[in-house]
């Protein structure tokens, strides 16, 4: 509570503020940065959004997304705070250390594995997801929560709890569905845009990706992975890799879901985790320099494919038992 008064004097007190998410940005990310950005500026707060990556094109449809810069677009002398949103450290942010110099930090995020980096730390590990902390934060400020910014918030209940599936999904998350309902989030276009605007190219990477399955571990372990010559046979791109890991983790058996992609070096591979039952891949992900949740995480790692699928291997051996 005190971190929500401390966060709350430092947004009244700004000069400028900028809302700001993690690398390879998710429905999370994006979503409570938006909804915040639309509650502020009803406020009329200075409030800018800026982001290493570009906004994944399923979530363009949210209003306000165009206005999220990768450029700057507004003189960074004005910000005075920064609010980094659903980001477990500072480095998931990828911006230079000379961005922080001089600035106040506020952290909001659900994340265990959160290295509290900022300067205030609003963090709460029981949250669904960062979106609904930041309607916490919206509500506590006596600020509106219009129909944009209600549709910004229903997608990142509905994207962190794997569509109210996983287990964060308690009477809270569909108290909060319900209410974000009734503010104007429609859910079945929402979904739509979400789930079912996939290109030709993403439906023939998931193909592709199927067919590099192997089964692990008496089948405790299901592995699949995309590669840069999939992305130029199909036509598709790393935005169209988002769920092919929850397909493989659907397979009896599966403790564990391990998929792995090119990262944004010629160098890297992000390898993302799904876990189903007791086995915690957010601590697997912390062993290999990573983070994330019980059932889901990831990390990104240097080297070629088969020197990370090793240690990655040993790493999942090590907890599979
Ligand atoms: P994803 O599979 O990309 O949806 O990621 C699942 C979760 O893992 C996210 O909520 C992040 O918290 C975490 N995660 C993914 N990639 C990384 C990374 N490179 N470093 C730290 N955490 C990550
Ligand atoms: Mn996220
Ligand atoms: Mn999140």
């Known amino acids: 509570m005190i971190d929500m008064q401390q966060l709350m004097a430092a947004i009244r007190d700004s000069r400028g503020i900028l809302l700001t998410t993690h690398c390879n940005p998710d429905g999370d990310g994006i979503g409570s940065q938006l909804a915040l950005y639309h509650a502020l500026r009803a406020g009329n707060f200075p409030v800018y ?6 906004v994944p094109r399923i979530y363009r449809f949210l209003e306000g997304s165009e206005l999220v810069g990768q450029g700057l677009a507004f003189d960074v002398a004005d910000i005075d705070l920064i609010i980094s949103l659903d980001a477990g450290s500072r480095g998931r942010l990828g911006f230079a250390d000379s961005l922080f110099a001089g600035r106040t930090l506020a952290v909001v995020d659900h994340h265990v594995s959160n290295t509290r980096f900022g300067d205030i730390n609003l963090i709460d590990v029981s949250a669904c997801s960062t979106g609904a902390m930041a309607y916490e934060l919206i509500r506590a400020m006596g600020l509106p929560v219009s129909k944009a910014a209600a549709c910004a918030l229903y997608v990142t209940l509905l994207t962190d709890t794997s569509s109210f599936r996983n287990v964060s999904t308690t009477p809270e ?84 879901a391990v998929f792995m992609r090119p990262g944004d070096d010629k160098h890297s591979w992000k390898v993302t985790f799904r876990g189903k039952f007791d086995v915690d891949v957010g601590e697997l992900a912390v062993s290999l320099g990573g983070g994330g949740h019980r059932h889901a995480a990831g990390v990104t790692m240097q080297g070629d494919y088969h020197t990370i ?13």
């Open 49 to 54: 959004m800026h982001n290493r990556d570009a």
């Open 173 to 256: 998350v569909h108290e909060l569905a319900a209410e974000l309902v009734r503010a104007g989030a429609e859910p079945w276009p929402i979904a739509r845009a979400v789930y079912e605007d996939r290109s030709p190219a993403c439906f023939r990477l998931q193909v592709r990706c199927m067919q590099t399955l192997e089964l692990l571990h008496d089948g405790r372990v299901a592995w699949v992975h995309v590669d840069n010559d999939m992305y130029q046979e199909t036509g598709s791109d790393g935005e169209d890799t988002e769920g092919l890991i929850d397909l493989a983790r659907a397979i009896s058996g599966v403790l564990v």
């Open 309 to 321: 699928y090793n240690k990655v291997e040993q790493a999942v051996a090590a907890v599979i038992g």
